[in-house]
């Protein structure tokens, strides 16, 4: 499925800086290459700073009172604004919060409250499980009646959209092969039909040129971690397009998305505008960490990144095919570099211990069952010198057969 988003606004108009300087702003282990930012971005260097900042002057010496002299209480807008730019949406439609299965939870609410006289969430076969387990969960709590959770084969999402479908759910870049969706051409359809449509951007906030104000999507959430590089367990986000502020109606109404949170009233009253959909009290740490890695985005705009993905991830399929690797793995994702996102997955009969035996020379990728071995490119930091490095070890990982050293049999909780 080809994209034809169009580029976002708010890109940087000064000289952008060169690739090696914006990937001299990252914390890289010496003698190791890095190809999972997909799953895991890698920490900027000066984040750990701005923590220590925090903790011994603003937690520390400023204590309760850092609430508001160092701007705690606005931190999710602030952050939020931050990424909204990063995927093309004007300030006041993202808020960094929660995680992304409890924001897909508000949204599919809000999406069949604001569509009444349907119940249906439709989505993907093979998408990421998390979106379908939310949907699952939803279906319970509100009964056949009022939610259905409906899956189909990709090719035939389109055609599937019927006059029962309240929400259209899709992940943008799907987690499993890297294929790209075509946002603009199944958001279109979806609205055709009288339907929302809610984009998972876990695998593409930070690397694809998406423009979600002016393809007019509805709904979106993404991840803080992966290639926005914001830490372990970092806060996602959520947008909401500015046109359902009015009508925000999510289920989780804690008291930080009350219109006034410090009344202390009995009853609930949601805020105005996307700070609606705060419920608790946000992690601080961690939301600081993520605000502090979105520095190194400041003067570069993401058609820049779009570009450089593009270059890695047609480079490394290049090498794969010069090397006679595709002879022995498949390769899941297109190889046309419109229809695809910032990763590329190989599947091997022996994909885990072919992961393993890549990860035990230095080359740091990851692997999704049953046999998958995910490259993720992260144009910030990564090199056309590591994905030639990344080939020349696959092939030695296959030709001598170290996937099948006894040590690659365990597989620890995560994999």
């Given amino acids: 499925m080809t994209s034809s988003a169009q580029p976002t606004s708010g890109k940087p108009t000064s000289a952008e800086p060169s690739f090696e300087t914006l990937r001299e702003r990252f914390d890289l282990p010496e003698g190791r290459v890095y190809l999972d930012g997909n799953s895991l971005g890698a920490m900027p260097r000066h984040v750990p700073q701005r923590i220590q900042d925090l903790l011994h002057q603003q937690w520390a010496t400023d204590l309760i009172s850092s609430w508001n002299t160092n701007g ?33 939870f508000k949204l599919l609410a809000l999406a069949l409250n604001l569509r009444p006289g ?139 998305g009350h219109r006034d949170p410090f009344a202390f009233s009995a009853d609930y009253e949601p805020a105005p505008g996307v700070a609606a959909l705060q419920a608790g009290t946000p992690p601080i740490i961690s939301l600081a960490a993520l605000d502090a890695s979105l520095d190194v985005f400041d003067d570069v705009a993401v058609a820049t990144l779009r570009e450089r993905s593009v270059v890695l991830t047609s ?53 999704r069952a049953p046999d998958i071995v995910r490259f993720g490119f992260s144009p910030l930091y990564n090199t056309v010198d590591d994905v030639e490095t990344a080939v020349v070890c696959l092939a030695r990982v296959i030709r001598e057969e170290h996937f099948l050293d006894a040590r690659f049999v365990h597989r620890p909780k995560v994999t």
């Fill in 118 to 256: 349907r119940k249906v969430i439709l989505t993907a076969e093979g998408d990421f499980p998390t979106d379908s387990y939310i949907a699952q969960g939803l279906a319970q709590l509100l009964g056949q009646e009022r939610c259905e959770l409906r899956r189909v084969p990709m090719t035939e999402l389109e055609a599937a959209i019927d006059d029962d479908v309240a929400v259209v759910m899709l992940t943008q870049v799907n987690y499993r092969t890297g294929e790209l969706a075509d946002m603009p051409r199944v958001t279109a359809s979806a609205h055709a039909n009288g339907s929302l449509i809610l984009w998972d951007l876990a695998h593409s906030a930070g690397v694809i040129d998406m423009g979600l104000d002016a393809v007019g999507v509805d709904m979106a959430v993404g991840c803080g971690y992966k290639f926005l590089n914001g830490g372990p367990g970092a806060p996602a986000f959520a947008y909401l397009n500015s046109r359902y502020q009015g009508q925000l109606d999510q289920p989780l109404s804690g008291w930080l």
């Fill in 315 to 367: 480079t490394f399929i290049d090498g794969l095919e010069q090397a006679g690797l595709l002879k022995t793995c498949k390769l899941l994702t297109p190889n046309v570099a419109e229809r695809r996102g910032s990763q590329v997955s190989l599947a091997h009969e022996q994909g885990w211990g072919v992961t393993q035996a890549l990860i035990g020379a230095g080359v740091i990728v990851d692997f």
């Fill in 72 to 104: 705690w209480i606005d931190l999710p807008q602030r952050t939020g604004n931050r990424i909204g730019r990063l995927v093309g949406a004007a300030p006041g439609q993202v808020i960094c919060v929660d995680s992304v299965s409890v924001n897909i």
